[in-house]
C-alpha cells in the first residue's frame, strides 16, 4: 500500500528474515507477514485454526454460551470426518466482552498472536462492524454469525462474509406476506431505539405495504428503558397486530407488562424470538404469549417433521425435545441463531477445500472460493434448511418459521420460501482488491 | 388512549421507579454520607440481591409468596454479611481514602459480577410476584403488585427515617457523618459505626433489588443503571439529606415518566437528564443540602 | 513534590519515548499493535490526568470529550470526505469547543456535585449520538473507509492501516502530549493548578482567577482526550457510542489511579497495567474479570497512591 512499508516491518528482523522474501514480492504491503510466513512452513498435517470472537462476558453473555457449545459440536463432527482437507480444525477463543473495541483487538489478537487461518463466530453487530475494519486491515477472513444486514449492506469489506444464517432485511421481508395474511393488516410495531430496531422499522412498512397492509404506529423504545408500560398508550386502539422485536434483559418485563395492560383482550403478537432467546417459553410472567407468533431462524422445539438432519443436529449440540440443555431443562438456548455456528464451520470447510487451502497464504484465495458459492443442500451439514447464497453481498439466504405459542411449546406453523427474502443487492464485495 | 390516562399511566410507571430508587439511592447516601467514599459496587450489591432472590425463591417450592418473602429477609441479610467482610477486609485497610476506595470497589464489581456469571449465568430470570392481582381501570389494567412496591418502599422509608432521626443508632450515625474525629473523641467507636453504615447501605439496595425483580428479571448486568441513577438522586436531593433524597428520587422517576408522554423517548431522555444536570448546576448543593463541605 | 533540576525529569522522559520507538524494532508483532492502541488510550488517560491529578476535579464525564474527538474526526471523513489531518483538527476543534462549553456549565460546582454534573451531561452526549443514528450510525457505529485513511505528507503518501505507520503516529501523538504536559506541569500555570488542588479559597485570595484557571484546564484536558479520540476513529477505523457509554468515563479514571494521579507517566503505566493483565488473565480463564477485580484490590492495597505515585511517595521524590 505504501512505499514506506516495511521499514519498520518486523518480518525484516529477526526470526523470520530468511524466509521473509519467499513468496511476499507480490504481496506488498500485507501487513500479516510473519505470520504468513511461519505458516508456510508448517507441515501439511498441522491444525487448521479458527479463531473464535465469542461473547463470554457482556451482553451477549447468554447467546456466547451457546455459540460456544454449538461451535464445539460442530468441529467435533467435522474433525471426526477427517477434518479440513485431511487436517484437525483447532478451535482458539478470545472473549470479546461484547464490546467493539476490545473486538478489534481481538482480531489483531487472532491476525497477530494465534496466527489463525480465519477468525469467525461474532453475534452483536457493533461488534461486528468495529471489528470488520481490524479484519480487513490483516486481510483476514472473518465470517460472522450475526444475523445483522451489515455484511449484505456492503459497507463492511471484502473480507467480512455471512453465509450461516439469513440477514434481518431478508427475515423481516419473508415474514410480511403471512402477518398480512394471517394476523391481520393495522401493524403496530415497537421497537428498540437502536440499530436492530430500525431494520425493522425502515424494512417492515415497504414489506407490508406490498401485501396490502400497513404500519399504522411505530413506537421506538431507548435502549436504556427497564420498564415499558408508559408506552403502550401510544398502541392505536385499532391496532390489529402488534409487532415486536424487543431485546435484552428487560424483554420479559415487556411481555408481562404487555399483558397487565391487555389482559386477555389483546391485539394479536407477532414478535422475532431474538427477544426470548435463552429464556425459557413457561416462565411466570410469560402465559401472555399463548396463541401468539414467532419468527424462529431454527425451531426451538423439536417438530413433527423434524428431518434427520435436524435431529442429528439437536443431539450433536445437546439440546433436547424442548430446546434446552441435555439434563438442565433450566438452560434454555438460543436454538433461532446459533444453527448459523454449525452451518457457517461447514461453509468454511467446503469453501477451504475448494480453495485447496493450505495456510494463510491462501487467504485471498478462500475469499474467492466463499465467494464462488451460490447454493447449500439441506442436510447434515446445513440442517437447518437449503440456502442460496450471493457471493457479491457474501450473505446467504435461507427459509424462516413462524411458530405459535401453544400448551407452553412453539410449534412451527408455516415455513417461508427463501424468495420470499431476496432483494436486490445493494453493491457488490468483489469488486473490491483483495 | 386519551391524555389524562396516559398521564395517569406514566405518573404511576414514574412513582414505582421512584419507590425502588429511593430505597437504591438511600443506601448510597448513608455511605456516601457518613464514609464520604463512593463505593462503585453499590449497583452490583443491587445484583446480588436480585440474584439471590431468585435462587432463594426458587429453591423454595410452594405458594409464591413464600419463596418471595423468605428472599426479602435472607437477601439482604447475605448482601450486608458481604458487605461487611468487604469492608473489614479492604476498605477499612484503605482508611477509607476516597480514591484508593473507587479503584477498589471497581475491583469489587468486577469480581461480584464474574462470579454472577460463573454461577448465575448469563440469562436474565424472572422470579414469580408474590401475588398477581390486576387492577382493572377503566382505560387499562395496572399490575397490583406494582402498587404494592410504592407502599412497602414508603415503609421502609418511614422505617429507616425512624432510625436514623429518633434513634441512638441514629445519633450515633449522624454524628460520625457530621464530625467522625469529634465523635471519635466523644467514645463513639466510628470504625464500628463505617462498618455498619457499609453493610446497611449494602442491605437497603438489596431490599430494593428483591423489591423490583418479579417486574423485572435478576440479570448479572443489571447493577449499572441504578448505580448512576442512584448517584444522581443522591447529589441532587443533597448530601446526608433524607428528605432530599426521596424527593430527588420522586422527581427523577415522574420526570422520566412524564416528559416520556411528550416527546419521542429517546429525546425524552436526553431532555430529562438534561434538565437534572441544570438543577445540579444551579443549586450544586443539591436541593435540600446544606453548602457542601 | 520535591524540585528535580528539570534536566533530570526531561531526560526521564525523553528516555521513554526513545524506548518506546526502539520497542517498535523489537516487539513481536502483536504486542507492537497492541501498544499503539495502549498509546492512543494514554494520551486518553494523560487528557483525564490533567483535570483529575492536577486540579483534583473529577470528572465522570470524560468519554464525552474522547467521543467528540471520536466522531469530530470520524464523521468528517465519512460524511465530508475530509483528509486525515483535517479531520484530526475537527476532532480536536469539536473537543475544544464541547470542553469549553461544559467547562463553563459545570465549574459552577465542584467535588461530588462536578462528578455527577459530568456523568450527566456525558449521558447526554451518548443519547444525543444514539438519537442521531442517520449521521452517527447510533449503536452499531460506522467504519472509516480504509481509503480515506491515508496520510499524505508531500509526494508520499502513508497508509494508517500500516502496523508501522500506525505505531509510529501513534508514538508522535503520545510523545507531544507526553512532553506538553510535562511543560504544562512545570510551568507557573501548573504551579496555580496545583495550588486550587490544594485550597482553592488560599489561592482565590492571593489573586488568582480560579475559574478562568479552571476552565482552561477542562479545555486542555478535554482537547487532549478529543485528540484521543481523533487518532482512535482515524488509526483503528471505527466511531460507535460505546466509546461514550459511562464504562468509557470510568476506563481513564482507573487508568490514572492505577498509574498514579499527578505523575506524568502515571497514566502510561496504569493504561498499560490495566491492558495487559486483561490480556494475560483471559488467556487462562474464562473467569479472567475475578482475577482483574482481585488484582485491582491488591494493587490499590499496597499501592494506594498508585504505582508511580507511592514510587515517588517512598522512593523517588523527584519524580515529575
Known amino acids: 500500500m505504501t512505499d514506506k512499508n516495511g521499514f519498520f516491518d518486523l518480518s525484516k528482523t529477526g526470526l523470520t528474515r530468511r524466509t521473509a522474501l519467499k513468496g511476499l514480492a507480490a504481496g506488498a504491503g500485507l501487513a500479516v507477514a510473519p505470520g504468513f510466513v511461519r505458516y508456510s512452513q508448517a507441515q501439511s498435517s498441522a491444525p487448521i485454526k479458527i479463531g473464535f470472537q465469542c461473547h463470554r462476558t457482556g451482553i451477549g453473555a447468554a447467546y456466547g454460551r451457546w455459540y460456544e457449545r454449538t461451535t464445539a459440536a460442530a468441529v467435533k463432527a467435522i474433525n471426526e470426518a477427517g477434518g479440513i482437507n485431511g487436517r484437525p480444525v483447532e478451535v482458539i477463543i478470545e472473549d470479546d466482552g461484547t464490546d467493539p473495541g476490545r473486538g478489534a483487538e481481538v482480531v489483531g489478537k487472532f491476525a497477530t498472536q494465534h496466527k489463525t487461518d480465519i477468525v469467525y463466530g461474532t453475534l452483536f453487530s457493533h461488534v461486528v462492524i468495529g471489528s470488520a475494519p481490524a479484519a480487513g486491515e490483516a486481510k483476514m477472513p472473518y465470517f460472522v454469525v450475526s444475523e445483522g444486514h451489515h455484511v449484505a449492506s456492503t459497507k463492511l469489506n471484502r473480507y467480512v462474509f455471512q453465509p450461516g444464517i439469513t440477514d434481518v432485511k431478508s427475515q423481516i421481508q419473508a415474514m410480511a406476506p403471512w402477518i398480512a395474511a394471517n394476523a391481520g393488516k393495522k401493524v403496530t410495531q415497537i421497537f428498540p431505539d437502536f440499530a436492530f430496531g430500525y431494520d425493522h422499522r425502515d424494512y417492515l412498512p415497504p414489506a407490508l405495504k406490498a401485501q396490502g397492509a400497513e404500519v399504522i404506529a411505530q413506537i421506538a423504545i431507548p435502549p436504556t428503558e427497564s420498564s415499558f408500560t408508559k408506552y403502550f398508550p401510544q398502541i392505536p386502539a385499532e391496532t390489529e397486530v402488534i409487532y415486536h422485536v424487543m431485546v435484552g434483559p428487560a424483554v420479559l418485563t415487556f411481555v408481562k407488562e404487555l399483558g397487565e395492560f391487555y389482559g386477555s383482550n389483546r391485539p394479536q403478537l407477532f414478535g422475532f424470538i431474538d427477544s426470548l432467546e435463552a429464556t425459557d417459553i413457561n416462565s411466570p410472567g410469560l402465559e401472555f404469549l399463548d396463541g401468539s407468533h414467532f419468527w424462529e431462524g431454527s425451531p426451538r422445539y423439536a417438530q413433527p417433521d423434524d428431518s434427520a438432519a435436524q435431529k442429528a443436529y439437536r443431539a450433536a449440540v445437546g439440546i433436547d425435545d424442548n430446546g434446552a440443555a441435555v439434563g438442565d431443562p433450566k438452560d434454555v438456548s438460543t436454538a433461532a441463531h446459533m444453527f448459523g455456528c454449525w452451518e457457517t464451520l461447514y461453509v468454511v470447510k467446503k469453501a477451504m477445500e475448494d480453495a485447496g487451502y493450505k495456510g494463510p497464504e491462501d487467504r485471498a484465495k478462500l475469499v474467492e472460493a466463499t465467494e464462488a458459492l451460490t447454493e447449500f443442500a439441506e442436510g447434515p451439514e446445513h440442517p437447518q434448511g437449503p440456502k442460496t447464497f450471493n457471493g457479491k453481498i457474501h450473505q446467504c439466504f435461507g427459509i424462516q418459521n413462524i411458530s405459535k405459542v401453544e400448551g407452553g411449546r412453539l410449534n412451527v406453523v408455516h415455513k417461508t420460501k427463501i424468495e420470499d427474502g431476496l432483494y436486490e443487492p445493494e453493491g457488490d464485495y468483489t469488486t473490491q482488491p483483495l | ?293 | ?320
Open chain 3, 1 to 320: 513534590m520535591k524540585e528535580a533540576s528539570p534536566a533530570k525529569a526531561y531526560a526521564l522522559h525523553v528516555g521513554v519515548i526513545v524506548l518506546l520507538f526502539a520497542l517498535s524494532f523489537v516487539l513481536p508483532e502483536y504486542h507492537h499493535g497492541l501498544l499503539a492502541r495502549i498509546m492512543v488510550l494514554a494520551v486518553f488517560a494523560m487528557g483525564y490526568n490533567m483535570l483529575f491529578g492536577y486540579v483534583g476535579l473529577l470528572s465522570l464525564g470524560h468519554a464525552m470529550f474522547f467521543s467528540a474527538g471520536l466522531y469530530g474526526a470520524g464523521l468528517a471523513v465519512i460524511h465530508l470526505g475530509w483528509s486525515v489531518p483535517a479531520a484530526f483538527a475537527a476532532g480536536l476543534a469539536c473537543g475544544a469547543l464541547l470542553a469549553l462549553v461544559i467547562g463553563l456549565l459545570a465549574l459552577r460546582t465542584s467535588g461530588v456535585a462536578f462528578m455527577i454534573v459530568t456523568m450527566m451531561f456525558a449521558q447526554v452526549f451518548y443519547l444525543i449520538i444514539l438519537y442521531l443514528a442517520a449521521w452517527t450510525g447510533g449503536d452499531q457505529g460506522l467504519v472509516v473507509p480504509q481509503s480515506a485513511r491515508v496520510l499524505v505528507l508531500g509526494s508520499t503518501s502513508l497508509g494508517l492501516t500500516n502496523p508501522t505507520v500506525r505505531y509510529m503516529s501513534a508514538l508522535v501523538l503520545f510523545s507531544i502530549v507526553l512532553l506538553m504536559t510535562l511543560a504544562v506541569v512545570r510551568s507557573r500555570y501548573g504551579r496555580v493548578l496545583v495550588a486550587i488542588r490544594e485550597n482553592e479559597e488560599r489561592t482565590k485570595m492571593l489573586g488568582y482567577d480560579t475559574f478562568s484557571n479552571k476552565l482552561a484546564a477542562v479545555v486542555v484536558s478535554g482537547t487532549i482526550c478529543a485528540a484521543s479520540g481523533a487518532a482512535y476513529a482515524l488509526l483503528f477505523g471505527y466511531v460507535g457510542s460505546t466509546f461514550a457509554s459511562v464504562q468509557y468515563s470510568i476506563l481513564p479514571l482507573l487508568w490514572v489511579l492505577l498509574g498514579g494521579a499527578a505523575t506524568t507517566l502515571g497514566p502510561l503505566i496504569g493504561t498499560l497495567f490495566m491492558y495487559y493483565v486483561v490480556d494475560i488473565t483471559s488467556g487462562y480463564t474464562s473467569a479472567y474479570l475475578l482475577i482483574v477485580g482481585i488484582a485491582l484490590i491488591l494493587l490499590v492495597l499496597f499501592f494506594p497512591k498508585g504505582i508511580l505515585g507511592t514510587i515517588r511517595q517512598r522512593w523517588l521524590g523527584w519524580l515529575p
Open chain 2, 1 to 293: 388512549m386519551h391524555f389524562g390516562p396516559h398521564l395517569l399511566l406514566a405518573a404511576l410507571e414514574g412513582l414505582v421507579t421512584s419507590a425502588v430508587l429511593a430505597l437504591t439511592a438511600l443506601g448510597l447516601s448513608l455511605v456516601f454520607g457518613v464514609m464520604r467514599v463512593v463505593n462503585v459496587a453499590h449497583g452490583e450489591l443491587f445484583m446480588l440481591g436480585a440474584v439471590l432472590a431468585w435462587a432463594i425463591s426458587t429453591a423454595i417450592s410452594g405458594h409464591p409468596a413464600l419463596g418471595f418473602l423468605a428472599a426479602l429477609v435472607l437477601a439482604p441479610l447475605i448482601v450486608g454479611l458481604i458487605a461487611l467482610v468487604a469492608e473489614r477486609l479492604v476498605l477499612r485497610r484503605l482508611n477509607y481514602n476516597p480514591e484508593a476506595t473507587i479503584v477498589a470497589t471497581i475491583g469489587m464489581l468486577y469480581i461480584i459480577q464474574q462470579l454472577a456469571l460463573t454461577f448465575y449465568g448469563p440469562e436474565a430470570r424472572p422470579v414469580e410476584a408474590p401475588f398477581s392481582y390486576r387492577i382493572l381501570l377503566p382505560w387499562f389494567g395496572y399490575s397490583g403488585y406494582k402498587l404494592s412496591i410504592i407502599a412497602a418502599s414508603a415503609l421502609l422509608l418511614v422505617a429507616t427515617w425512624f432510625v436514623l432521626t429518633r434513634t441512638k443508632i441514629g445519633l450515633v450515625m449522624r454524628a460520625t457523618q457530621y464530625d467522625s474525629e469529634t465523635a471519635q473523641a466523644f467514645g463513639i467507636p466510628v470504625d464500628r459505626v463505617y462498618a455498619g453504615v457499609f453493610a446497611l447501605g449494602a442491605m437497603l439496595a438489596a431490599v430494593a433489588a428483591v423489591l423490583i425483580v418479579p417486574i423485572s428479571q435478576a440479570h448479572y448486568l443489571m447493577g449499572q443503571d441504578p448505580l448512576l441513577l442512584s448517584f444522581i438522586v443522591v447529589i441532587i436531593g443533597g448530601l446526608g439529606s433524607l428528605r432530599g433524597t426521596v424527593v430527588a428520587a420522586v422527581l427523577i422517576g415522574l420526570s422520566d415518566g412524564i416528559i416520556s408522554v411528550f416527546f419521542s423517548p429517546t429525546l425524552a431522555k436526553i431532555i430529562a437528564t438534561l434538565l437534572v444536570a441544570m438543577v445540579l448546576v444551579f443549586r450544586p448543593q443539591g436541593l435540600f443540602g446544606t453548602a457542601s463541605r
